[in-house]
């Protein structure tokens, strides 16, 4: 997985190492220490921000997860960013 992350564009790298260590600044996590910070998508607005939510709940970057799985021959839905990795590595 390491090799995976770390051979890609450096700015793209860094966003998938902290997505798959739940690193992501997401609405969710600054609420923990924000207690009065709105905590609602701003791509879909009907449910919390949180990483898992971003990238694989939100109707509004389902869409576009969808299209850019569609034109790399991923065939499945994808449901986790551990899978997509999976898969991306046996690609490779």
Known sequence: K???IWSNVPKHSIIAWMALN???LTADRV???YPNTVTLCGLCM???ESAEHLCFQCSY???ILAQLCSKCGY???ATNLHDVCR???IKM
Do not use: H, M, N, T
Request: aromatic residues 10%.
């Open 31 to 33: 609420s923990r220490f």
């Open 61 to 63: 970057a389902g869409l």
């Open 22 to 24: 739940s690193g992501l």
């Open 75 to 77: 065939d499945q839905p």
């Open 87 to 89: 898969w991306i590595q």
């Open 46 to 48: 009907l449910e919390d």
């Open 2 to 4: 390491r090799a995976l």
